[in-house]
């Protein structure tokens, strides 16, 4: 009797791990992987909508107070890398294989890039507002732009130097990996910061690249320039732009790139390689917002910094135990948008928490 009693007791424990399990593996289904997700934008015309940019699709949710309801996927399969919502009929999307279109719900969905280039890394894409047929896209290796809606399109390359040889002979090359192209399109100039040469700029009705690299500190590497790991641009003044440096900090510059200056008053004095990207932004107001990442004892210090007094001075609003990523101000409302580790937050212009999704 008791061995009975035991074998069915066994076999009970063995039933509730296995359905432990399942329910385990069904969560992890239904949840999104934070350490895939590569973007996170509120949609212009719903703030309560997000679009989070994946290693696999593009997902559409609801924030219904700290939950997302409603999750949708769209091009599963592709690593998202910008998505544009300035039409209410019409999305852009960038991936790592190109540009798409789609309508809002996912119908309509066609790849614009494909016949022309086959594959190409998008770094960003938009359109110019008033005339959605004129559509731009910021690559790995330069601009591509088309005039007719993405039917055919230009690429430009010329002045961008992504080669370096190094001390020892080797030849290096380098990719684009960040970009102003979503605030500076109306000025009718991009700039661009790359893994190593430095920054560019190219006036969008123009056939060649600029640097502007006068005061940029060098990498800790080989290569010539330290990694630009973002960019923002004053949206009253374009030739005020805003740069992270890696392991360098955060420049200034006020002549559209000629010269930068390190800011440093209130910002840290140290910055580390090998840690998650620090990141800076700016909104329609003189209010910048900078993330940066750091070692701390076991783990990775995530602060926000705000300076309101443009770059002059910065003061700490903000720190995690995690390191931050995809910061952002949101043009209607000033408000601050990140993610640290599997949580979108909210902060509002002056720095208090209003809101925080786990997912």
Do not use: C
């Not at 022309?116 to 910021?138: C, L, M, S, W």
């Not at 940029?216 to 003044?237: K, R, T």
């Not at 609003?317 to 937050?345: C, K, N, P, Y």
Request: aromatic content about 8%; cysteine-free; charged content about 20%.
């Amino acid at each position: 009797m008791n061995k009975t009693l035991k074998i069915i007791g066994l076999g009970i424990a063995a039933t509730l791990v296995l359905v432990g399990v399942f329910l385990n593996l069904f969560s992890q289904q239904k949840r999104l992987d934070a350490s895939a997700i590569t973007l996170v934008k509120t949609d212009s015309l719903d703030k309560d909508i997000l679009w989070i940019g994946t290693r696999d699709g593009l997902k559409k949710a609801l924030v219904e107070g700290t939950q997302l309801r409603g999750l949708q996927t769209f091009l599963r399969g592709e690593e998202i890398t910008d998505v544009v919502f300035d039409s209410p009929n019409e999305i852009l999307i960038g991936s790592r294989n190109g540009i798409y279109k789609m309508a809002p719900d996912g119908t309509q969905l066609s790849n614009l890039t494909a016949t022309q280039f086959g594959e190409v890394h998008v770094v960003a894409v938009t359109h110019e507002p008033n005339d959605p047929r004129k559509i731009y896209a910021v690559v790995q290796d330069g601009l591509i732009r088309s005039k007719d809606g993405g039917i055919t399109w230009t690429r430009i390359r010329e002045g961008l130097n992504l080669r370096y040889t190094a001390p020892w002979g080797s030849e290096l090359t380098y990719n684009i990996i960040s970009t102003s192209l979503h605030q500076t399109l109306d000025s009718d100039t991009i700039y661009v910061g790359t893994n190593g040469t430095g920054i560019f700029k190219i006036r969008i009705d123009q056939d060649f690249w600029v640097p502007v690299n006068t005061g940029l500190s060098p990498s800790i590497g080989a290569a010539p320039i330290a990694p630009v790991e973002s960019i923002a641009v004053d949206p009253h003044n374009p030739d005020t732009v805003y740069i992270t440096l890696e392991v360098k900090g955060i420049f200034k510059s006020v002549d559209g790139g000629q010269n930068w200056i390190r800011l440093t008053q209130g910002l840290p004095e140290t910055y580390y390689h090998r840690t998650a990207p620090s990141l800076v932004s700016i909104g329609k107001t003189d209010r910048v917002v900078a993330a940066i990442n750091r070692p701390l004892l076991s783990q990775i210090e995530g602060a926000v910094f705000l300076s309101i007094n443009s770059g002059q001075s910065w003061q700490k609003i903000a720190r995690f135990g995690e390191a931050i990523s995809h910061l952002s101000i949101i043009d209607s409302t000033s408000d601050i948008l990140f993610m640290v580790d599997e949580q979108i937050i909210w902060l509002t212009p002056n720095g208090d928490r209003f809101n925080t999704v786990e997912f």
